[in-house]
């Protein structure tokens, strides 16, 4: 079994880039987060997707940050246009969910992303 | 807004010194409060999953425990191996989508 995958892990881009990040669940999970997580703070909510909808979206996630999750399966974070203040880890985390039941979070290792 | 605040930030402790970690929370119904160990560079590895107060969780040198305001990871005889990062986040009952987690502590198990 492998656990939750991101791709790529480091991820250098000039500002005013469009960057693209993967995710792979755990695959029996049918619940998956992105967070953001910059030095010294905890993860911080960024969206939520049950299956192939989403469902909660943070107000930190502007017009320029866009999240999908296809088919169900993996899911992708966009971010167009990138800022300077957009430099954080990018962590994504999927989690089993049935009949109301919510089950922990699995993390993947991150994507850190540096905007110069 | 459901907030999370972990004391103290940072922990420095010799090998074989137990202490606990603190974890207050602020939450309209709590559904679950969660512990995780960060490296760096790192994703969050999950630890333990409390649902109730009284409840308590305990892994090796890790117990986790829950009162209606705050949890206690109390770490007994630490090795430098225990140096990391932990974090805390609740999820709540009205607003389950979303998880908060606090800053973390920062433990230092020194040899």
């Known amino acids: 079994d492998t656990g939750v995958s991101q791709d790529p892990r480091h991820k250098i881009t000039k500002r005013g880039q469009n960057v693209t990040f993967r995710c792979d669940p755990i695959s029996e999970h049918n619940r998956l987060y992105w967070y953001r997580q910059t030095l010294g703070q905890g993860p911080e909510f960024l969206t939520y997707?049950?299956?192939?909808?989403?469902?909660?979206k943070s107000r930190l996630l502007s017009d320029r940050f866009s999240a999908e999750r296809p088919k169900g399966s993996f899911s992708t974070l966009e971010i167009q246009r990138t800022e300077q203040g957009d430099s954080a880890m990018y962590l994504c985390?999927?989690?089993?969910?049935?009949?109301?039941?919510?089950?922990?979070?699995?993390f993947g290792p991150g994507t850190r992303l540096t905007v110069t | 807004e459901d907030q999370v605040t972990q004391s103290p930030e940072a922990l420095r402790l010799q090998e074989g010194e137990s202490s606990s970690l603190n974890c207050s929370y602020t939450v309209s119904g709590l559904r679950g409060l969660f512990w995780y160990r960060q490296d760096p560079g790192k994703g969050p590895e999950f630890l333990f999953t409390?649902?109730?107060a009284g409840e308590e969780k305990e892994k090796e040198r890790l117990k986790a425990t829950l009162t209606k305001k705050e949890s206690f990871l109390h770490i007994t005889a630490p090795k430098p191996e225990d140096s990391a990062t932990y974090l805390c986040a609740v999820q709540g009952l009205y607003n389950f989508n979303k998880f908060y987690f606090g800053s973390g502590t920062k433990l230092n198990v020194k040899p």
């Open positions: 997707f049950q299956n192939e909808a989403q469902l909660e």
């Open positions: 409390l649902y109730s």
């Open positions: 985390a999927s989690s089993l969910g049935r009949g109301g039941l919510y089950y922990e979070q699995y």
